[in-house]
């Protein structure tokens, strides 16, 4: 390659950017005394062929314009800087680093001892300086054009409170699925294809929450014992769609697919939400690698302990922290998460750990600053907002505590829910307040039910069927001794461990499952359903299946009686859920306790058809309890016109040896009730009930309803 034109370019937009003449360059780095621009002709390259000093700096940012460069460039960058670990800097130009905006990476990075900026095996450690080059082991990134042809595309704009969430990977959704095209398991178009969102569609899905999709690092340890960091909760290109979910080798060709798979999402009324990790780097602690944030200016983008910044303040587990506290970093967060909507069309996020991203100082400062530019940013305050409210530190269990516009992954929710048809007493009040949206969390501060995420299970923990076949976590497949994992997971197997053929076990299961699910899809707030629970999919037992990239994780799309039945129960469900407004109110019940004696839309009972009374809803051997949601005017549509929803019964029976007789409450002009289903009857169809009594069998969720004339209400 012949060397290139050099003008001095912008220090605005960061990264590497194509308009259509030249490249222009730009990277931020505080502390470092010069900055190199490397160009590679070919992934296999060993070395760059042509480097250029970046000698314009302007506000922090080295900058550089190659009106000769063009899409399909390889690149990467040398730091120069002092190495000083113990003062916080970790320059090193001896490695090759890649660009934090990077918009594909073109080659993973492979784990060798010239990836780390000490020696490795050094007796001093990362004190040590290493003079190794890692420009044959280093990602590449690459100069893309962003241009696609969108169409007549459209946002779906779902309101919060009619979302129906399915959390999934990628990869695993649709690995195994032979009704795809082979090419295309596994990757963003086998998600964007016809015959997965048929599937979503008919299954009553219209927000897919992926696992991370953003350019992730599999761990040097996890791959020198033949395992992968599956999740991707890994984080290395946070502008770049990862290439191991797409189709074609070409970056330029995984951009498009991701494209494409969101448009075929959003032509079927189908919402997007990234699941992104901005609390962490994967370059991990002092011990990791060097290649991106720690060589280009390790002081500025991540938190370090003060009074001895050689190492890092860890909120994650993950061995660091990004520093939210500088505005470079902030705005980097910032310019990656409004890329991926206005160039990707995401709808939303959900944040991880996201607790971390609020430490101001050390504390969560639930008003910090990344919440100030993300209320204030006229993209951002528009899309879904989720987070984990949650981190490793101290204090960093926040459900309840993030700001309006906030929703929440609702922990206590799960907690509870498991709990409860577990057959753990003295939960019934903690149990009504849940499913009615959790006012107790989210009311206070003037959010609705929607700021709850309702979840029983998700990626990290048992699934659906393991939760009810386990009672202890079988990670033995992660080497690691079965050490990792949550040892606390409120499961029970049902009275064996694993696969059985006891018919009676089985019966149980299926029944817990049912009432598990239906709870779930028809509680107040935003329901999130884990991709294969509703066809009963195993880990056998991992409940930590993170490095699992394998039929471990993979849905299994084979199919028996049992998982079709149960399939078609939550289909069943979601469609309950949608066609009756009271599953999906935009408030909370009046605003009052749900005890309270003036609230008509919701009463509580106990099994003599009584309103529950304080010695009962405090009762330790209180397992069933039922609840009316009273028919009649539930809202106004967006033009002020009444929803009308019907009355609905909920009777439940979280007690495994016992069946109760429960009486039912009078309606007006002696209705009868109707059951819409029996989560302990298989083969029901809807029928009205005669009698003013219900038998509800040993762990099960009864629904009933009566119609509420809609010419009656209006008057």
């Avoid at 090419?183 to 015959?195: K, Q």
Wanted: charged residues 25%.
């Amino acid at each position: 390659m012949h060397p290139l034109r050099v003008w001095p370019g912008r220090p605005y937009p960061l990264g590497a950017t194509w308009d259509g003449r030249g490249v222009n360059f730009a990277i931020y780095s505080e502390n470092a005394t010069k900055v190199e621009l490397c160009l590679f002709d070919d992934v296999g390259d060993q070395k760059e062929s042509q480097r250029y000093v970046m000698a314009e700096h302007t506000d922090m940012v080295w900058h550089i314009y190659l009106p000769d460069a063009r899409p399909g460039q390889l690149y990467g960058y040398r730091v120069h800087g002092p190495y000083e670990p113990e003062k916080g800097h970790r320059f090193n130009a001896n490695k090759l680093l890649l660009d934090p905006y990077a918009k594909a990476i073109a080659r993973l990075p492979k784990w060798s001892d010239a990836m780390h900026g000490y020696m490795v095996g050094d007796e001093n450690q990362d004190l040590s300086f290493s003079p190794l080059d890692s420009a044959a082991d280093a990602p590449l990134a690459m100069v893309v054009d962003e241009a696609f042809t969108w169409g007549d595309h459209r946002f779906p704009q779902i309101p919060s409170h009619q979302l129906v969430i399915y959390e999934m990977h990628v990869k695993g959704f649709s690995k195994l699925n032979k009704a795809i095209h082979e090419a295309h398991r596994g990757t963003y178009a086998g998600l964007g294809s016809h015959e997965s969102i048929t599937y979503l569609k008919e299954l009553g899905i219209n927000a897919v929450e992926l696992l991370p999709i953003q350019f992730h690092s599999d761990d040097r340890y996890l791959q020198e014992k033949g395992l992968t960091n599956y999740w991707g909760y890994n984080t290395m290109g946070f502008f770049a769609p990862d290439s191991r979910y797409a189709s074609s080798d070409d970056p330029l060709e995984v951009i498009r697919e991701f494209k494409t798979m969101v448009r075929n999402l959003h032509d079927a009324d189908i919402e997007v939400i990234l699941d992104v990790v901005y609390n962490h780097t994967f370059e991990g602690n002092q011990m990791g690698p060097t290649a991106s944030f720690r060589g280009i200016d390790n002081a500025a983008y991540y938190r370090l302990v003060a009074d001895d910044p050689r190492y890092y303040m860890d909120y994650t587990g993950c061995g660091n922290t990004l520093n939210v506290r500088n505005p470079r970093v902030l705005q980097f967060i910032m310019d990656s998460l409004r890329y991926w909507v206005t160039h990707m069309h995401v709808d939303g996020f959900r944040f991880d750990l996201a607790s971390t991203l609020a430490r101001e100082l050390h504390e969560v400062d639930k008003l910090g600053a990344f919440f100030d530019i993300i209320h204030q940013d006229p993209v951002l305050s528009q899309v879904k907002l989720i987070a984990e409210p949650w981190d490793l530190g101290e204090g960093g269990y926040q459900v309840g505590n993030f700001p309006v516009g906030w929703s929440e992954w609702n922990g206590r929710y799960r907690d509870c829910v498991r709990r409860f048809w577990k057959g753990d007493g003295g939960l019934a009040s903690e149990f009504a307040t849940r499913i009615t949206g959790s006012s107790d969390l989210y009311q206070w501060n003037g959010r609705r039910p929607h700021a709850s995420v309702n979840f029983v299970t998700c990626h990290d923990g048992f699934t659906l069927n393991d939760l009810v076949s386990y009672d202890h976590k079988h990670n033995e497949a992660n080497k690691e001794d079965n050490r990792d994992g949550a040892d606390h997971n409120d499961s029970w197997n049902c009275g064996d461990e694993g696969p059985t053929n006891d018919e009676q076990v089985i019966r149980l299961r299926e029944k817990k499952k049912r009432a598990i699910l239906a709870t779930l899809l028809l509680s107040q707030g935003v329901p999130m359903l884990l991709s294969g629970d509703e066809c009963s999919h195993t880990q056998r037992g991992n409940n930590n299946a993170y490095c699992q990239d394998n039929e471990l994780t993979w849905l299994d799309w084979s199919s028996d009686e049992s998982k079709s039945e149960l399939r078609e129960f939550v289909q069943q469900v979601i469609e309950l859920r949608k066609s009756q407004p009271v599953f999906h109110r935009r408030r909370f019940f009046h605003g009052q306790a749900i005890r309270g004696l003036d609230s008509l839309d919701v009463t509580w009972l106990d099994p003599n058809g009584k309103e529950m009374s304080d010695e009962t809803w405090n009762d330790p051997s209180v397992r069933c309890l039922g609840v009316h949601f009273c028919g009649g005017k539930i809202d106004v549509d967006e033009y002020g016109e009444p929803i009308i929803g019907d009355h609905i019964l909920m009777l439940f029976n979280a007690d495994h040896g016992q069946e109760i007789e429960f009486r039912l409450p009078n309606l007006a002009e002696g209705k009868p009730w109707q059951r819409v289903f029996d989560t302990a009857l298989f083969d029901e169809d809807e029928t009205d009930i005669m009698q003013n009594t219900y038998t509800l069998k040993t762990c099960s969720l009864v629904v009933l309803k009566s119609p509420v004339e809609e010419e009656v209400e209006s008057k």
